[in-house]
């Protein structure tokens, strides 16, 4: 203690001494309580490792639902998630968010497959329904120019094997109709030689039309179609058609038409084209010309 004017004052030296020392102490309680916690296992549980590994493959599912594939994820993150849940020395945050995302993910799947499946059958309906009005079309036209003696062999000949001009099938709300096709196509400008086939080959060309009757865009390209001459790929030709547009998008109740041109070997036997109907279930109709 000392004393200025007759007033007794504590020497600040000791008053920070005994400061210190408590606060020292108050320390030392505070980490002693935190160790003895940490031993008992109150405050050193840690995520677990698959609980962090059923969250990422959880939203990887979300976002690959629309995939054939995207239920792969989500099945391996809810076990991983439901695994994690069963060790008691982790703590479960990440395993629940985990099994979470997860069977958002499966229910996603499951509901994209059910609607792709629901609209491939009713494409198939379609399609098999208009090839079989027009065949039977076809048939009746025939039969009324022939003999009767003709009537039983045409009875024998399998219909529908190769198109007629006006042939229509459904791709998934879009009406595709082939209006026309030539053969031995050659109505194309040639007045310096340079749009002529080369040796063996020659031009086909069909005259393809397109209505959206679905109630959303639907994107057309004259590369939707592929051709097979004796089951061997044929390239186009951009040359001997007006091709001022090679793609479209189409808003609903709209239509648009296209002449595309093929190059095939002049002496090919079986023509067919085929397009893809269904981008979700990779169907083609396959339409054969010769």
């Keep these: 203690m000392q ?36 031993e008992r296992g109150n405050y050193s549980m840690k995520q677990s490792g698959l609980g962090i590994a059923s969250i990422i493959l959880g939203i990887i599912s979300i976002l690959t639902a629309c995939i054939a594939f995207g239920i792969v994820p989500g099945i391996i993150g809810a076990v991983l998630a439901i695994i994690a849940l069963c060790q008691k020395d982790k703590k479960h945050g990440t395993a629940i968010a985990g099994l979470t995302c997860s069977i958002i993910g499966i229910i996603i799947f499951a509901i994209m497959a059910l609607f792709v499946n629901s609209v491939s059958d009713s494409s198939k309906e379609s399609t098999g329904t208009q090839a079989s009005v027009s065949a039977t079309t076809e048939s009746s036209a025939a039969v009324s120019e022939i003999t009767p003696e003709s009537k039983v062999e045409e009875a024998e000949v399998p219909s529908g094997t190769v198109i007629s001009p006006g042939y229509t099938f459904d791709a998934d709300g879009l009406q595709v109709t082939i209006n026309d096709f030539d053969l031995d ?44 001459a004796d089951d061997t790929d044929c390239e186009q030709n951009y040359s001997v058609v007006d091709s001022s547009s090679l793609n479209a998008n189409l808003s609903s109740g709209r239509k648009t038409s296209y002449k595309i041109a093929f190059v095939v070997p002049q002496d090919a036997q079986s023509i067919e084209l085929e397009y893809e109907t269904s981008i979700w279930t990779g169907n083609k109709e396959v339409i054969k010309l010769q």
């Design 3 to 38: 004393t200025y004017g007759g007033i007794k004052t504590v020497d600040p030296k000791i008053f920070f001494q005994y400061f210190t020392s408590i606060y020292r102490q108050n320390i030392t309680n505070v980490l002693k309580f935190y160790k003895i916690q940490n």
């Design 185 to 228: 196509y050659t109505d194309y400008e040639d007045e310096y030689g340079w749009n002529a086939p080369a040796d063996g080959t020659k031009y086909i060309m069909i005259d393809v039309s397109y209505q959206n009757n679905s109630k959303d865009d639907k994107y057309v390209s004259i590369y939707d179609f592929q051709c097979y």
